[in-house]
């Protein structure tokens, strides 16, 4: 989309709101979002990105993240 070449942000460990404002505050866009059950990181927290924190991309590509939420018993 764009020419600009960004470095991409770490976001693992942010919550939910927080990735997305650094995401779009990086020139880039919020790609997919995918859920995982765990009972070990606190619910809406990133706990995997693609592509990965340093990995250069361009202005307006997507993030895909994958977002926890609490496992059901």
């Known amino acids: 989309m764009g020419n600009q070449i960004l ?5 693992i460990g942010l919550d ?3 990735a997305e404002f650094l995401i779009i505050g ?14 070990t ?12 924190a340093g990995f250069e ?5 997507p993030i895909d993240l994958w977002i926890s939420e609490l496992e059901n018993r």
């Not at 470095?7 to 976001?11: H, I, K, S």
């Not at 991309?57 to 590509?61: E, L, P, S």
């Open 26 to 39: 990086s020139g880039l866009r919020l790609g997919r979002i995918s859920y995982v059950q765990t009972d």
């Open 16 to 18: 939910e709101v927080d």
């Open 41 to 52: 990181v606190p619910q809406g927290t990133i706990v995997e990105q693609s592509p990965p």
């Open 57 to 61: 991309v361009k202005t307006g590509d």
């Open 7 to 11: 470095d991409v942000p770490m976001l």
